[in-house]
């Protein structure tokens, strides 16, 4: 899953992000990786 870090979001995750960072998360057999890819400047 891939999620895109939103400006606009008024839920508060992710304001720790570059505006438009890129949150993936991968699901492998019992544990789950997280990889985060800045947003291009």
Do not use: K, Q
């Not at 891939?2 to 949150?23: C, K, M, Q, V, Y």
Request: no cysteine.
């Amino acid at each position: 899953m891939h999620l895109r870090n939103d400006p606009n979001a008024t839920d508060g995750f992710g304001d720790w992000l570059p505006e438009g960072s890129i949150l993936s998360f991968h699901l492998r057999d019992n544990t789950v990786d997280v990889f985060i890819r800045s947003a291009a400047n």
